[in-house]
């Protein structure tokens, strides 16, 4: 009897953890969509010299002035929230880790017609002393921030509930500071969704250098047979004739740089042709940037296809 009424607790156990794990599968966790502005003398910029939430916060500061003199100076997280109805809200929150309590974050809901809903930072009448013991990461959520007059949250969400958020700023922007103050601000959330506080993967995040190197089918071999196939990229879809190989790329380490992909997998690159009777490609010019600089090309004809492949030594 006891045991069956263990087995019976365990499966109870083992469905209820197996629905957490699903709930938890359905969040979703939304990058890309935090961008960081500043004007005047604030900066806003990520780093990795705080984060709450895996490498990365914002870092925002604003240094000592005069706010009704100075000009206009702000730094800002700027996300894009998908567009949700002010009534569909559940709950929001974030994390923040502010040098200067006495210059509280401020978060902004921009809706659809203008209307700005504005919070300045946290409620003091819930600290003793109206202090805000908070210097260290704290997560913010709605009932923590004050919204002026009147002061909560459920007023706008009952007042404005079919109102669209289109998006939402966290950051100095409105208040100004006669102190300079440095702020952390790390994963914002919105109901079931997560935006993340981290930098946007550039080019070296995802990529490999390669060391490219020409090549030649030895004249005792069989030869490739050319032939044809359709691309299409982000300059459109093209029927292009593959001719021979002409070079291969290897992964490789520039000054050091890790190689992030398995050595073996490198590009195989095809001479290719447009064929005579299509459509040719259309020059255009196009702003490259990478470690060395950025700079204006001209993009003139397709002359290689990057085929990856598998390399292994023969001798
Ligand atoms: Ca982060
Ligand atoms: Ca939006």
Known sequence: MKSKLFSILFALVLAVSLMLVSAAADASSITGAVTLVAEGDSTAEWTDEEAMVDDHS????????NWYIEPISNAEAQIDVEDIRVGDITGFSFWQKVDNVDLPLCIEFNLNDGTVIRGYGLDRSKFPGGDAPHTDWFQVNESDISFGWP??????????????VESIYIGYGPIGSTQSVTAYVDDFALNEATYVFEPPLGPSDVLDHFTCYEVKEPKDLPKFEERDVVVTDQFGEEALTVKKPKLICIPCSKDGSEIKNPEIFILKLYQIKEPKDSPKFEPRDVLVTDQFGEEVLTVKKPKYLAVPALKEHTE
Not at 151 to 164: A, G, L, R, T, V
């Open 58 to 65: 914002a870092r925002l500061t604003m240094p000592n002035r």
């Open 151 to 164: 002061p909560s949250w459920d007023y706008y969400k009952s007042n404005y509930s079919d109102y669209i």
